[in-house]
């Protein structure tokens, strides 16, 4: 079992390392990257552990997305190698590398450090937690309360979330005779303190800006309303863990909770209450944001026990428990690599599960570094969010690019960073007079709020030039470039142009020989000119422009009782018939290019069709 689980090491190591190369960076690891480029005690989202980790990994290895992981997924390399060792000592060598196979196969274990987030240090500091628990168990002495304090301060420097991990810990203590013995000895209570000290930074920086990490993490972003959504967590769980080994995680859970054995009971309480609790908490927590893997360091606490439920399975149970672990690590890994491959993240642009977060950003630099060659020199770069600032930033190696007040600055906890960096920006006032290219995230907002984002933008940098669209994916990321020539622009509104097929739905089956485009489309403070018709980014057909939809400007009313200031309304219906030629039966992409009375021409996004053989 050693030589396999060297070579499991390995070839996941390998893998991880091929993928972390080519992956794009993930919002919050560019923003991850932002922060250690302002070093600090600790930041708006997260202590200050994870941004130092970023910062050290480019500057030993150069601003790339595989410097700026290397030093997760060396951490993440120890995770596997601690929990045999553990296991080892306390249940045979046998058991320690069977466990530690399954610390490589779990997916969410295995695929640990792939992506610059905390998780990885969580995981580690957990098992120098259970680590040293174990050892206090049976005897208190100067290793076992040094080993407690580095993983209590490790776990305080990575997340919020680790409290879990402290609070469960303690309570499963304080339930062993064992523990309270443990819970008593200076030692321990020295490494205690010395844990609860590495909060300092965090808890300083919340008393300096008004609690305001503390009220996003446990306030805002929850709605603390009892919501059903929380019964998704045992099939999602079930699925990413895989059926078998979720399975054999809660029997050997709940088996372990009633073994004479005093670490046995200690690995399956805390494994198992760190879970249980992440089930409940989900009834009342966020819903919005990614969650799926908060329960790790549970399943952690928990594999250690699991040779055991294993061995008295039959062989081909065992088997299949492995091969269904292997093939969820397969698949979790293939993911990664489609989402690094351009023309396969294409495809997928018409789907729910298309990585919006992942997908975009190069594309985006390209176009950015090529609009400013156009413009003068010393033009400043404004992003409207914090995603486009920090992706940008990476990509063209700048941490101060400035920053809108947008909405998901506050939702994701950003907003308060953002100004402490003094790179907040409240509009035009805050510009001076020189040129600013400005970029702007069109997707980033629900589609019913984009135009009310418009005008938000409008009043706070005035009427919006004509804007270079860059469509990405089909337009599923889509990004508007705004070149300010330096003198505030005056008049109403002007906005880029909305619009919406009706005619064909989406991934609607159409033809042969010909098929019919109807919708509407408009373009405020301004107006359109004409609308043409695009399949696979080529024009095919001229819209019939100009007839009425009188429902289209009662739609798109403003937070203050306006609505859509096209001067065209109602006339803002279109319709065509585009004739097929020589296009092969399939998916063709169906689009727009709307030509604006200010002589702007914008390509909308693309919607998948499918085209009939005759």
Not at 174 to 184: C, D, K, S, V
Not at 339 to 351: I, K
Not at 479 to 502: K, S, Y
Request: hydrophobic share 50%; net charge positive; aromatic share 10%.
């Amino acid at each position: 079992m050693r030589n396999l689980f060297w070579a499991l090491w390995t070839l996941v190591l390998l893998l991880k390392l091929a993928v972390a190369a080519k992956l794009p960076l993930f919002v919050d690891e560019a923003f991850y990257w932002q922060e250690g480029r302002h070093p600090a005690a600790a930041y708006s989202d997260l202590p200050g552990l994870t941004a130092w980790l970023a910062r050290l990994g480019v500057e030993l290895g150069g601003n790339s997305a595989l410097a700026l992981r290397a030093p997760f997924l060396a951490i993440a390399a120890l995770v596997p190698w601690l929990l045999a060792r553990v296991t080892a000592r306390e249940f045979g060598a046998r058991n320690g590398w069977i466990a530690g196979c399954y610390a490589l196969l779990l997916p969410l274990a295995g695929t640990l450090g792939l992506l610059a987030l905390p998780d990885a240090m969580m995981a580690l500091a957990t098992l120098l937690c259970l680590d040293a628990g174990a050892r206090l168990l049976r005897q208190v002495d100067a290793r076992s309360a040094v080993e407690l304090a580095a993983g209590l301060s490790l776990g305080a420097l990575s997340h919020y979330r680790f409290i879990a991990v402290i609070g469960v810990g303690f309570v499963v203590l304080l339930l062993l005779p064992e523990g309270r013995r443990a819970l008593r000895d200076a030692r321990v209570l020295t490494a205690a303190a010395i844990g609860a000290s590495a909060w300092a930074p965090l808890v300083a920086w919340n008393l300096d800006n008004a609690d305001a990490g503390l009220r996003f993490q446990l306030v805002d972003r929850h709605p603390w309303a009892f919501h059903a959504d929380g019964l998704w967590f045992v099939a999602i769980q079930a699925l990413l863990v895989t059926p078998l080994l979720f399975a054999a995680l809660a029997v050997a859970g709940w088996r372990g909770a009633r073994d004479p054995s005093p670490v046995t009971r200690y690995f399956a309480l805390l494994g198992s209450l760190v879970v249980l609790g992440f089930f409940v908490l989900g009834f009342f927590a966020d819903t919005e944001r990614v969650s799926f893997h908060w329960p790790l360091p549970g399943f952690m606490a928990l594999l250690p026990l699991l040779p055991m439920v294993l061995a008295r399975w039959p062989e081909w149970a065992r088997g299949l428990t492995a091969a269904l672990a292997a093939a969820a690590l397969l698949a979790m890994l293939g993911y990664y690599v489609a989402v690094s491959r351009p023309e396969l993240r294409a495809r997928s642009a018409g789907e729910k599960w298309y990585p919006a977060n992942f997908a975009g950003w190069d594309e985006l630099a390209r176009g950015v570094r090529a609009r400013l060659k156009t413009m003068p020199p010393g033009t400043r770069l404004v992003a409207d969010n914090f995603k486009a600032g920090a992706e940008l930033g990476f990509a063209l190696d700048d941490p101060r690019i400035a920053v809108l007040d947008h909405p998901i600055n506050h939702k994701h906890g950003r907003a308060p960073q953002l100004r402490l960096w003094g790179l907040h920006r409240d509009g035009r006032a805050d510009w001076g007079a020189q040129p600013v290219l400005l970029v702007v995230g069109a997707t980033e907002v629900e589609y019913k709020n984009l135009l009310q984002r418009y005008h938000d933008l409008c009043a706070m940098v005035g009427p919006l030039p004509p804007p270079r669209m860059l469509n990405i994916d089909h337009g599923r990321q889509r990004f508007a470039l705004f070149a300010f020539d330096g003198a505030r622009r005056e008049g109403e509104c002007t906005t880029p142009a909305m619009a919406w097929i009706d005619q064909p739905a989406g991934g609607a089956r159409v033809g042969p020989g010909a098929f019919a485009v109807s919708g509407w489309a408009f373009k405020d403070g301004v107006g359109l000119a004409k609308v043409e018709i695009m399949l696979d980014g080529r024009v095919v057909a001229q819209a019939d422009y100009g007839q009425e939809r009188p429902g289209v400007r009662e739609y798109w009313s403003l937070r203050d009782g306006r609505h859509s200031s096209d001067p065209q309304h109602p006339r803002v219906g279109f319709s065509a018939t585009v004739e097929l030629d020589a296009e092969a039966p399939g998916r063709h992409w169906l689009g727009l290019r709307l030509h604006g009375r200010d002589g702007s021409v914008e390509d909308w996004a693309e919607q998948p069709i499918d085209l009939r053989r005759r």
